[in-house]
């Protein structure tokens, strides 16, 4: 990957049995200031809550099921926003 993947994208980490939906990106956790490649729910079922939120490297990936939408405005916020840490 050249990139970060797309919101709706879908994975399972490594260890893992359940699959999980990106929807966000370089995110940082509360109390340790950490900065994660992504931060992903439970998939199908969505954002359920707080416990179910998932922090997560782009190296803890496992597989790729399902990547998600593309289109110009996320080309673009790739290029802003996310260019410095390629994965």
Known sequence: MDKYLPIGSVVLLEGGTKRVMIYGRRQQELNTKKI??????????G????????????????????????DEEEFEFLKENLAEKPV
């Open 47 to 70: 954002n359920i809550n707080e416990q179910y939120m998932y922090l997560f490297n782009h190296d803890q990936i496992e597989k790729i099921y399902f990547i998600g939408y593309q």
């Open 36 to 45: 994660w490649d992504y931060i992903a729910c439970l998939y199908p079922e």
